[in-house]
């Protein structure tokens, strides 16, 4: 084994995603907003963001990583080095943070109308074979990161750790990231707030048709009142042609007991349904919101649905006393909705555990390690790995099919983006030449031409 290999360049799906941020205006959008009037560096700023956004889509982890894309500058051209996009970090305060969100609003609304266009049309989201359609689902949910030293914001959270609390929401229909926001670490998921401040980020990403219907989910940790009345207000709107629904955990209490206790003795239970609309063995629902007594203070069409099933044993450490008494494991959730059976109400509610994944996927890519003492850098960062899940998700909504087009991270790096090539010269091109056994080579063909042959924005 040699390392004088000449001709060869590695991570070819990096590629498709530079290519991609091009095509789609993001490179350029990006270096408008992050533009200084005066100050002209040698590494555009917003070529800097999406090369970092590329390098961690790649599975970069921090920013000395992007170093990798050095080897690549016989295809790139120039690429920053890691003390330059250090250096743009730490410029992005939270004015410029504004701004990037604006634009990245403003290309998503370009990319929305491309994807409308489709012959498949809009991605809409499905429930055990039931399509939502025109509905916009965004789940939103917190997760803690453990700081290894001290670091700017982070506290004692509520789990005995040290360090900060991040909050993602994102766009159930595409897999993007709409937002994503730094606190310290001892700030409670159930800060009502912060949740109406995420939502509210969310969807300022959303174009206006995608806006109208929303539905909500978020888990118990989120619940609170101010958060109900926000949404089933549509954000203040006054326009009926906005319809928001929620679909929140809610606590189970004794009141919540003693009306499962009702529900047993009347046998009011209904089965919950599965995968296809079928019924699944030893799961059951009920409608409990007129045996929990006196609820108009909340929104209108208010509903509290209850779930029973067997208590697993992966959950018997977790269980309450009530619990381990029935041996049965019991979830209750809050909605607004005014239609739809109480079963694909709940099914509906427990696809809200997607986004779990996605949060786990992002911090194996970046976002489970925050790289400065700064808190102004490290939101930078996390706003970098948003990026970088954007690209992902358009990446496989406009350039690739089959199951690539639903992979995991981890398998569309292992399949798709870090495919090696040897880079030939000839006839005034440059070509790129796969490994003719690769098993993905058409795929990856495929992308880079329907990549290329993307409109630009207007």
Known sequence: ?????????????????????????????????LARRGFHPLHDRGQVMVDLAVAITLGATCIRDVRLLEHQRAVFGPVASFPTVWRTLSEVDELALRRIDRTRATVRR????????????????????AVLSGWTVIDSDGTL????????????????????????????????????????????????????????????????????????????????????TWISSAGGRASATFRWEYSIGWSFTEREQAAIETVDRLGLWQPATGEGGQAREDAFVADITGLLGDLTGWPQRH????????LHPRYLKDASAYETTKQARYQTFATNSRRRQIAHLD??????????????????????????????????????????????????????????????PKTLRYRILHVPARLVRGQRKRHLKLPATWPWAAAILRAFTRILALPHPT
């Open 347 to 408: 099914a509906r509610h427990r696809k809200h555990a997607r986004v779990e994944p996605k949060i786990r996927d992002q911090k194996a890519s970046g976002m489970g390690l925050l790289p400065s003492r700064e808190m102004n850098v490290n939101a930078a960062w996390l706003t970098a790995t948003a990026i970088a899940a954007d690209l992902r998700a358009w990446l496989q909504l406009l350039a690739l099919d089959g199951e690539n087009a639903k992979a995991t």
């Open 145 to 228: 990161i453990s700081a290894p030293s001290e670091k700017e914001g982070a506290c004692g959270t509520y789990k005995g750790t040290f360090g900060h609390h991040v909050f993602v929401a994102t766009c159930d229909n595409t897999g993007e990231q709409l937002a994503t926001r730094l606190y310290p670490g001892n700030v409670t998921a159930n800060d009502a707030s912060v949740n109406i401040d995420i939502l509210t980020r969310a969807v300022a990403q959303l174009p206006w048709w995608r806006r109208q219907k929303i539905l909500f989910r978020v888990d118990g940790a989120g619940f609170s009142h101010e958060l109900l």
């Open 110 to 129: 370009h990319v929305y109308a491309l994807l409308r266009d489709r012959p498949e049309g809009f991605p809409e989201v499905e429930v055990d074979g």
């Open 1 to 33: 084994m040699s390392a004088d290999g000449k001709g060869q360049v590695g991570h070819v799906g990096g590629v498709h995603l530079r290519l991609l941020a091009e095509r789609t205006g993001l490179t350029g959008a990006l270096s408008a907003a």
């Open 303 to 310: 509903r509290v649905i209850a779930r029973k099933e067997p």
